[in-house]
Every structure is written in C-alpha cells, then in structure tokens.
C-alpha cells in the first residue's frame, strides 16, 4: 500500500508560542485517521500544513493527491444571511469559485454529492434556514463533489448531537469504501474513533500517541491527557451500521 501523508520532524512556531513540535507519522493510502487532542494542541494548525496555508519552521511534509482533495474547516467563512442557496454552495466546491449563472452539468454532480450525504431535499432552501446539521452536511456534499482521493475534515460533525455524529462516519466510511479514499479528520467524538476510525493521532503539540485505533484510545492515556473520562456512544454500535 502506497503512503498517502509522510509527515517527519515537523515544527510550527507563532512567535513565541510552539504549535507543533517535531511531529512525525504517516498515513497509507485508503486509511482513515482520527486526529484527537485537547484545544491547542495544534489539530487545525497541522491541518493547515498538511494543505499548503501554514507555513513550517522545520520538518518535510509530503501528501499525496493534493490536487484533488476535499477539505471542511473548523470555522465556515460563508455567512449564514448571505442570500444563496445550498446548491450553490456545493456548485462552488466543483467549479472552484461561486456560480454566478447556472451550469447544468455542476449542478446535477451537486445533487448527487448531496443525495450522497442526505440533503439533496435542502438543494434549493438558503442556507440561512438549515439547521447546524444540515449545514455539516452540505459542507460534506461540497467536499465530495469533486469525488477527492484524500479528505481533510476538521471536526466535521460540529453541531451535530450523537446520532447526527454517527451518521456522519458512517457517510465517511461509505465514501472511503466506494472510492477508495483516505480520510484524515479531527474530532472530539473519541467513543466514534475507537470504534470506526483505523488509526488515531494523539496529539498534544507532540504526537502522544500513534497507531491502532483500540491500541491508542487506552482510557488511561486519555485520563491523563483530558483529565476526564469520555463517552460510550450506542449509536457507533457497529451492529447498528448497515452498509
């Protein structure tokens, strides 16, 4: 299997303030990794390096099919009252700049994208009348659209209650499954890492951890690390997963 993300040595400082200090680990292709840690510890800013927007002090960073990967942000730039369509937002993730007429052939690989994800009933609401689930979802849809081989979420299920989450790994892993993918992802949800996720990121400034999913998510490590205890989620119950 070829290696999709090899990161080594990696170090990011803002002035003063280390965000990333020699961080080291690769990603296979096809893999899906969960990146966890506590706020600060610098999950978004190695996102940010692993796109090309944040510059490095030293390390090398190498990821494969950059040219085609569908990314989600932490913080969605687009303002709620912006008077636009849901559809429009996900066109905008194919064409690469914002629809300002119609172009029939964007807009039906936008409905599928959306179809995918379960918000293609939402294509012609404006996106101020969604719900913060609904809103994840068509942010997904934009990032499918382009059918990427690598997808970079930052916790892409923020605002979204449990079962919302759920569904929404469960909509990843289709995705990796049918195309092939690999998923990097930052999330708080630790019960929906352990349980879906195939490798995990302990991250901490350093990289605490890295490997195996059940290996890595040791309740003590995680103790010491968030000085409390997570959740367990039934509705990650694989037995409650239906391809």
């Known amino acids: ?28 292709a096809g893999e899906f990794v969960a990146i966890i840690g506590p706020n600060g510890a610098g999950k978004s800013t190695l996102l940010d390096v692993l796109l090309g927007v944040q510059k490095m002090e030293s390390g090398t960073v190498k990821v494969e099919g950059l040219d085609k990967v569908g990314y989600i942000p932490q913080r969605k730039d687009l303002d709620k009252r912006f008077p636009a369509k849901a559809i429009e937002l996900v066109v905008c993730g194919a064409m690469g700049f914002w629809p300002l007429v119609k172009r029939k052939g964007f807009e ?69 499954k049918d195309y092939g993918a690999t998923v990097v992802m930052i999330t708080h949800d630790w019960e929906g890492a352990r349980v879906h996720a195939d490798k995990v990121l302990l991250l901490n400034k350093k990289v605490i951890a890295f490997g195996d999913a059940k290996d890595v998510m040791d309740e003590a490590r995680l103790l010491h690390l968030f000085h409390h205890r997570g959740h367990v989620g039934e509705s990650h119950d694989k037995e409650h997963y239906h391809d």
């Open 108 to 176: 039906e690989r936008a409905l599928r994208a959306m179809k995918r994800v379960g918000v293609d009933h939402c294509a012609e609401q404006q996106i101020s009348t969604l719900s913060g689930g609904e809103l994840q979802r068509v942010y997904l849809a934009k990032s499918l659209v382009r059918d990427p081989s690598l997808l970079i979420l930052d916790e892409p299920a923020a605002g979204m209650d449990l079962a919302g989450e759920a569904d929404m790994y469960h909509l990843l892993l289709d995705y990796q």
């Open 1 to 28: 299997m070829s290696v999709a993300i090899s990161v080594e040595g990696l170090t990011v400082r803002f002035g003063d303030v280390t965000a990333l200090d020699n961080v080291g680990f690769s990603v296979e």
